[in-house]
């Protein structure tokens, strides 16, 4: 059973930086899409970034253009989110995500659907 556990979520001050990392669990099969999602409460889970980690490929919804960089290691199989000039409106819990459905270099999904394994989940609070 793929597993995927996230760490590196804190509170900062507007401005401020994060890291966000998933780990994906030894031997299991995370798929060549990889993404981070985002959730407030009372509100569905969107689509912040998103990875194809044979090519690098990358998208990135708007409001986090320019601010936020997914990367992927392929030796340790961990995700990360580098999360710079944090605004308040980014305050969420942020999730992981992987084994996606369709995927590929043309095709990064985007909808929580699209993806068949999920971490816990961690929080993210910017002050401001």
């Known amino acids: 059973q793929v597993q995927l556990v996230e760490s590196g979520g804190g509170s900062v001050q507007a401005g401020g930086s994060l890291r966000l990392s998933c780990a994906a669990s030894?031997?299991?099969?995370?798929?060549?899409?990889m993404a981070w999602f985002r959730q407030t409460p009372g509100k569905e889970r969107d689509g912040v970034a998103v990875i194809y980690t044979p090519r690098k490929s990358t998208y990135y919804t708007d409001s986090v253009k320019g601010r936020f960089t997914i990367s992927h290691d392929n030796a340790e199989n961990t995700l990360y989110l580098q999360m710079n000039d944090l605004k308040p409106e980014d305050t969420a819990v942020y999730y992981c995500?992987?084994?996606?459905?369709?995927?590929?270099?043309?095709?990064?999904?985007?909808?929580?659907?699209?993806?068949?394994?999920w971490g816990q989940g961690t929080q993210v609070t910017v002050s401001s």
């Open positions: 995500a992987a084994d996606a459905v369709p995927c590929s270099s043309l095709i990064l999904p985007r909808r929580e659907s699209s993806y068949r394994t």
């Open positions: 030894k031997y299991t099969n995370t798929g060549y899409c």
